[in-house]
């Protein structure tokens, strides 16, 4: 093993604003603790909420590190005490509640995944937050069950195009929504039967038509706002919603009537804040259940582009412009 330096170059946020808040910073390498371990950064992936940090409007959690980046793909460089599954020099993926933007980041040890076979480490860095979110709230907070209807919204970002690999994968029905003729071409060659530009046509009454007016059982989005009220449209009777983000606003007008009539469940839950056993349990299910997927390459990580680590401020621009299909990555 080679030798960890003192120091390490990072991307520090300067103050809330746009991309060009983003700038390499030296910065000490952080100490794994017990049941931790220190991974040498090879990719980062980016996400909505490394923007809304940026922005001023998602802190990081107490006690937390400033640098942005929630995703990460490397090798063990150090194990703190109490790690019984790492070694240096392994290859693990891991879910992390910051300091990804850095040549050295700390996970606890059971919120990594061993990288799975024929993946680079831009694809493996962009695993854990989508597939982890993907899981928990369209799978266990959802209940989606073979036969049954997903309508994800978002369907060509990097949550969307999970979902919609894992409905399929699972043997479910998938209505996806996209803002583009190109993004919905996009969600049909990964499986989704039905793709709707939310620009021109109208989710509800569309996902009402491809169900014979029954409804999607499970509906997962991100926008809120009027999406809401909408959302409850489009259910089916038992239906569930699953919210895990706001693009829009987290406020709405809703005739609450829709969740009696349809005995509708709405409920909802963010990945960074959670326990570190609360998402060992995600990262478990997902090693069970989804990594033999990944393996056999039945499902993979749809890569929109990698950027250089130093250019952390051209991928979030491209991440706000909405162009991208799937992940946007940070390569070192």
């Not at 980046?69 to 460089?77: H, K, R, T």
């Not at 989005?221 to 919603?241: H, L, P, T, W």
């Not at 570190?276 to 997902?286: E, N, R, S």
Request: charged letters at 20%; glycine letters at 12%.
């Amino acid at each position: 093993m080679t030798s960890i330096p003192a120091t390490m170059t990072a991307i520090g946020i300067t103050s809330a604003g746009g991309p060009e808040t983003l700038v390499p910073q030296e910065r000490p390498v952080p100490q794994p603790g017990a049941g931790e371990i220190l991974v040498k950064v090879i990719a980062a992936g980016v996400n909505r909420p490394d923007v809304a940090q940026r922005m001023g409007v998602y802190p990081p959690p107490p006690g937390v590190t400033d640098i942005p980046g929630l995703e990460v793909a490397g090798v063990v460089a150090a194990c703190g005490p109490e790690v019984a599954r790492w070694k240096g020099g392994d290859e693990v993926t891991a879910l992390v509640s910051g300091g990804g933007y850095a040549q050295y980041c700390v996970a606890h040890e059971t919120h990594a995944l061993p990288v799975p076979g024929g993946l680079t480490a831009a694809e493996a860095a962009a695993i854990p937050e989508t597939f982890f979110t993907v899981w928990h709230n369209v799978f266990e907070r959802g209940g989606l069950k073979s036969g049954e209807t997903l309508l994800v919204h978002g369907g060509s970002s990097g949550i969307g195009t999970v979902a919609i690999q894992l409905a399929k994968a699972f043997g479910a029905r998938v209505i996806a929504t996209a803002g583009s003729a190109a993004k919905c071409d996009a969600c049909r060659g990964l499986g989704a039967d039905l793709a709707i530009n939310y620009k021109t046509e109208d989710f509800v009454a569309l996902t009402k038509s491809a169900t014979a007016g029954a409804g999607a059982h499970v509906i997962l989005d991100m926008v809120g706002g009027d999406y809401i009220e909408r959302n409850y449209e489009a259910a089916a009777v038992e239906g569930r919603i699953v919210q895990i983000a706001f693009q829009g606003s987290p406020r709405a007008t809703v005739d609450f009537r829709r969740i009696m009539l349809k005995r509708l469940h709405h409920t909802g839950s963010t990945l960074r804040s959670r326990s570190v056993p609360d998402k060992a349990a995600i990262a478990q299910a997902v090693e069970r259940s989804v990594w033999p997927l990944i393996v056999a390459g039945k499902v993979r990580p749809v890569m929109d582009k990698v950027f250089p680590f130093r250019q952390a401020a051209d991928a979030h621009a491209r991440m706000e412009s909405s162009v991208h299909i799937g992940k946007i990555v940070l390569g070192m």
